[in-house]
């Protein structure tokens, strides 16, 4: 079983910045990627990030691209997302997930792995 432990949330103002963390831990995992995803109140969770661990691509939803980054730290089977101009919009719980196998990191099917969630609040 893998657990994925997220932190950072919480609440900024607008063009503010926060910065996630998400560690997985458990016994014999592999990583294709992890990735973050958020659900906003009364919208479906989306797809905000996702990094391909073996060779670090990143990708990014257009929402989002510019001001997240997504980055990793290898050792410790950790990823975060730095999240720069930030906007009201972007008011959501956010998700870490770990995909396994698919290269289909932009959906949330390909993810064998969830976190807890962690709330970020923009106020205006």
């Known amino acids: 079983q893998v657990q994925l432990v997220e932190s950072g949330g919480g609440l900024v103002q607008a063009g503010g910045s926060l910065r996630v963390s998400c560690a997985a831990s458990?016994?014999?995992?592999?990583?294709?990627?992890m990735g973050w995803f958020r659900q906003a109140p009364g919208k479906e969770r989306e797809f905000v990030a996702a990094l391909t661990w073996s060779d670090g691509t990143t990708t990014y939803a257009d929402s989002v691209k510019g001001r997240f980054t997504i980055s990793r730290n290898i050792a410790q089977y950790t990823v975060y997302l730095q999240m720069n101009g930030l906007k009201p919009e972007d008011t959501a719980v956010y998700y870490c997930a770990l995909d396994e196998y698919d290269y289909k990191v932009t959906m949330q099917g390909a993810y064998d792995y969830w976190g807890q969630g962690t709330q970020v609040t923009v106020s205006s």
């Open positions: 458990g016994r014999s995992f592999r990583i294709y990627a």
